[in-house]
């Protein structure tokens, strides 16, 4: 089974361990904050106060054989771009950063991050779509223009078939599935009828995606 | 068009102000730090230096008649929480407050939170999905058993048709879409031939998923 090392127990490493570990994995919790390793204890597989850049101690641990290590070491960005060196210069194949802006990102990846995340950019994006359109509930961003959206039915849609509302042909895009209570309708066709409650998960380019989340 | 509030220009409240300016709201930044505040008159529509629990200064913004009130406060819980019952209490209709554990959260839904969200914890599910599985990439979840994940293609898939890897009928999950590079294919046929490099957008229950990311 898979092991992974955490380095920062804040709130993002916090919920990451946990998650990890209820997933079946085996899970490294490291912080230099005695009392957060202690926390960590009852949670994680193996939890130890260290600092994340101490090599002598990372080397101790294995840190190399771990599946993915995660800096999860936030507001001091130094440590978390010197923490995210060391772990590629110590060996270890799959190392996720956690970058707070854009700039810090961009170093993380020249200095050979596998992966960096902005939890709080991504976060505060996917809210303010949220709260752009009333109906927006969920989205998976599939390209750089495409995605996929789910969103409540809009009232002009009640009691009509998906052919009479011509979601395809005038507004250019697809209704993938249909959330009904807890039924899913996959691949509707065209004489699928649409009931209030509904909730659409909806395919296309996003600026018709915005067109159709704006309907009444 | 809508007008937004955001307190606390942390990284989170930050991204919120500059994409909601982006999709053409009017936001107004407000944070106690007078270098943050600065900062943000080049993207905010407005940005004050104000203590958000200072009942005079919000009424004298006019507080109440925003669109949505966002507590972006992180650290300081108990500013968060007093920020967010005062919001309510100045007749603010919607009010979105971020909690930093499951707690917190109870804390926020008890005390009128209209929203409460969880921007550390969601991007750590997130990406521990992401880590579980080698070419699970994205999520969208449907209903508690339901979901539409993006994968990147098993390697047995490659070069075969839809129908002779029998997706539907022999793993019993829906492929809604493929993309190849930029390209989208929406609601593929059963001959639908798959390349390498493809990745499948796919529908279906949790665990026929989870098997279907397991398939190499
Ligand atoms: N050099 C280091 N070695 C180990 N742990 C560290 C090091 N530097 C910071 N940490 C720990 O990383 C954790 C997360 O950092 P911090 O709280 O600054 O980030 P954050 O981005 O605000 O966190 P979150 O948003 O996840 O709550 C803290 O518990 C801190 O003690
Ligand atoms: N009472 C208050 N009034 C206005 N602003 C406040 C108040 N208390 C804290 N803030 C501001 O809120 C902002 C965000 O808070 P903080 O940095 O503690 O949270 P955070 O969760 O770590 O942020 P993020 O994860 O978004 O970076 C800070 O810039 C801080 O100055």
Redesign the interface.
Known sequence: P?Q?AVLGI???????IK??VR?G?EVLAVDVDADLVQEAMEYATHAVQADAMEESVLKSLGIKNF??V?VAIGENIQSNIFTTILMKELGVKKV?AKA??ALHGKVLEKIGADMV?????????K???T??SQNFL??????S??S?I?ISIPRSFINKNLRQIGVRPRMNV?V??I?RG?E?I??PGPDQNLINGDIL?V?GHNQDLDDLSDID
Do not use: C, H, W
């Not at 804040?10 to 990451?16: N, P, V």
């Not at 995340?117 to 994006?125: F, K, Q, S, T, W």
């Not at 969920?138 to 390209?143: D, G, M, P, R, Y």
């Open positions: 898979k992974f804040g709130r993002f490493g916090e919920s990451l998650e990890l997933m994995y599946d993915a995660i996720v707070g802006n995340i902005y939890p709080e950019r991504d976060m505060a994006i809210l303010a779509r709260l752009a969920e989205q998976i961003t599939l390209s223009d495409y996929i789910e697809t993938l599935a959330r807890d899913i996959v691949v998960v395919l």
